[in-house]
C-alpha cells in the first residue's frame, strides 16, 4: 500500500494549508473500513499524533483542536487535513498513516514550514 502525501508548503502565521493523503491502490473496500492518522513530526522530535479518521469518528490532538479538521473522499481513497489558524508551532513534517488488522505504513511526509 503506497501513502501519496501533498499539500505541504510555506505558509505565514494565521494561514491556511491542506494536506492530501492519496491511496490509490487501496481496494475501494477497505479504504472504507481503514483507519487513517496524521502525525507532524516537529525538527528535533517525534513523531506526535495530530488526528485520526476512523469507522466514521475523528480524533485531535489537544493542540490542533478547534483549528485541524480531518476527512476523507471515499470515493477519491484520499484523507484530507485543512490546517487553519496555522501557528510556527506547526511547522515539521507531516506524514499520513494507515493501519488495520495485518497492515502499518506510512507516507513520506510532506513539510508544513509556518513563518511569523
Known amino acids: 500500500v503506497q501513502l501519496q502525501a501533498s499539500g505541504g508548503g510555506l505558509v505565514q502565521a494565521g494561514g491556511s494549508l491542506r494536506l492530501s493523503c492519496a491511496v490509490p491502490r487501496m481496494i475501494l473496500s477497505t479504504f472504507w473500513g481503514t483507519t487513517f492518522d496524521w502525525y507532524q513530526q516537529a525538527p528535533g522530535n517525534q513523531r506526535e499524533l495530530v488526528a485520526t479518521?476512523?469507522?466514521?469518528?475523528?480524533y485531535y490532538g489537544d493542540s490542533v483542536k478547534g483549528r485541524f479538521t480531518i476527512s476523507r473522499d471515499n470515493n477519491k481513497k484520499t484523507v484530507y487535513l485543512q490546517m487553519n489558524s496555522l501557528k510556527t508551532e506547526d511547522t515539521g513534517t507531516y506524514f499520513c498513516?494507515?493501519?488495520?488488522?495485518?497492515?502499518?505504513?506510512w507516507g513520506k511526509g510532506t513539510q508544513v514550514t509556518v513563518s511569523s
Open positions: 498513516h494507515t493501519r488495520g488488522p495485518g497492515m502499518d505504513y
Open positions: 479518521s476512523s469507522d466514521g469518528s475523528t
